[in-house]
């Protein structure tokens, strides 16, 4: 169950993933999702919205219902894209998920809650809710409550639904480790033996090991960014950097993708990039990102100062690693200590112009052999804790029921 799913790109592709995973584990594999409309907020060509489409796709069963596509600022037509969801696939959804033995759901937003509690029958059927943003907290921080008795009403609301999800599921699974210790302090009826680290996969049919790009001598050295440019990223304080570097410095920025700050940002780089150093490519298709990276010497993943977002790690870092990049993180927090302990590459915190500046230079400084050694390093850590294979098996294991498993016995009333 999951309001995202294929071809939506980025973190809207792990239940793809996973899905596929589960089907060439032997297992019969029905997904109840929306049409697609992430990130643009238009559905995709080639999907006319209807009441209820299923077709069969790769040995798995989907099943879209409609909603309400958006994705842009506007906190109206998020909550509409949300809740609409939600309501279709309760009323809609049922059929897909008929004699099911267990349900993965992947818990964004919130409003998943209602068809995940309607269909399972208050977690009757065992369900895995894997985590994927911290609710209420994204909508916090993205500022989509009112303000007022309005807001503090909504907020009481969406913590109470996220608190019981929590407390009837077999297992509550996480991607960032941080975020374990987190929900048992926020939930008394969730304890350690409740909750398991079960990091994204990417789909790595796509995402596949390739040596980083040699470095000529003549060329600029090439640092990427690909994925959503809305406003988390924290985009603004990496195009100043950049566009801040001394003249002798032999770096291009490109950065590849769409979303709500891209205009800001362009009127930004015209501001501060005299050199014609930051490129914009825009949105490309999922299938063409593999190709676009091949161009780069190092990849970009960047979030703003925030400790909501030291909890939060990017789906963008396993597909770098699994690709064997050498990785540039403007992050704190998990995200951080993935991409150190992966040995891919540099982590600067967030707001540091110089010590990202400080960073680029130092990386323009090594050989292809360097980049190389960072870019392998990083692939074996991914295939170590990250592949696909071995987080459908954790998923699996941990919904299967066993004599000391508690949660899966407790009282549900």
Avoid at 101 to 121: E, F, G, I, Q
Avoid at 361 to 375: V, W
Wanted: glycine letters at 10%; one cysteine or more; aromatic letters at 6%.
């Amino acid at each position: 169950m999951t309001q995202w799913y294929d071809p939506e790109p980025g973190p809207a592709a792990i239940p793809g993933v996973l899905a596929r995973e589960f089907a060439a584990a032997g297992h019969e594999v029905r997904v109840l999702t929306g049409f697609p409309n992430y990130p643009t907020g238009r559905v995709y060509p080639g999907h006319r919205q209807t009441w209820r489409r299923t077709s069969t796709v790769d040995g798995v069963t989907v099943t879209r219902v409609p909603l309400y596509a958006s994705h842009d600022s506007s906190a109206v037509g998020r909550a509409l894209n949300y809740l609409s969801f939600a309501v279709s696939a309760t009323v809609l959804g049922a059929r897909s998920l008929r004699g099911c033995d267990m349900v993965w759901v992947y818990n964004s937003p919130a409003t998943v809650a209602l068809p995940l509690l309607v269909h399972t029958r208050w977690g009757r059927l065992p369900y895995f809710l894997h985590v994927q943003d911290l609710w209420p907290d994204s909508l916090v921080h993205s500022g989509m409550f009112p303000d007022g008795r309005a807001g503090r009403l909504a907020l009481a609301a969406v913590s109470k639904t996220v608190s019981l999800t929590e407390r009837l599921a077999r297992r509550v699974g996480v991607i960032s480790p941080s975020v374990a210790d987190l929900i048992q302090r926020r939930n008394r009826h969730v304890g350690p033996d409740d909750v398991v680290y079960v990091p994204n996969p990417t789909d790595e049919g796509l995402f596949t090991f390739d040596e980083v790009r040699e470095r000529r001598d003549g060329e600029p050295f090439v640092l990427m960014y690909s994925g959503a440019i809305g406003d988390v990223q924290g985009l603004e304080n990496v195009v100043e950097a950049v566009g801040a570097l001394p003249s002798d410095v032999d770096l291009r920025l490109v950065l590849v993708g769409d979303g709500i700050a891209l205009d800001r940002l362009r009127a930004l780089a015209s501001r501060v990039d005299d050199g014609g150093r930051i490129e914009f490519v825009g949105r490309v298709p999922k299938e063409r990102v593999p190709g676009l990276m091949k161009q780069a010497h190092a990849h970009l993943v960047s979030l703003g100062a925030s400790e909501f977002l030291e909890h939060t790690t990017p789906s963008k870092i396993p597909s770098l690693l699994a690709s064997g990049a050498v990785v540039v993180g403007v992050i704190a927090g998990d995200g951080a200590l993935l991409i150190t302990e992966s040995g891919a590459g540099t982590v600067v915190p967030p707001g540091d112009a110089g010590g990202l500046q400080d960073a680029l230079i130092s990386l323009t400084h090594l050989t292809t052999g360097d980049l190389r050694g960072r870019g392998r390093s990083g692939r074996h850590h991914y295939e170590a804790h990250f592949s696909a294979d071995r987080a459908a098996a954790a998923i699996i294991d941990a919904t299967s029921p066993t004599s000391s498993d508690q949660h899966a016995t407790k009282d549900r009333s």
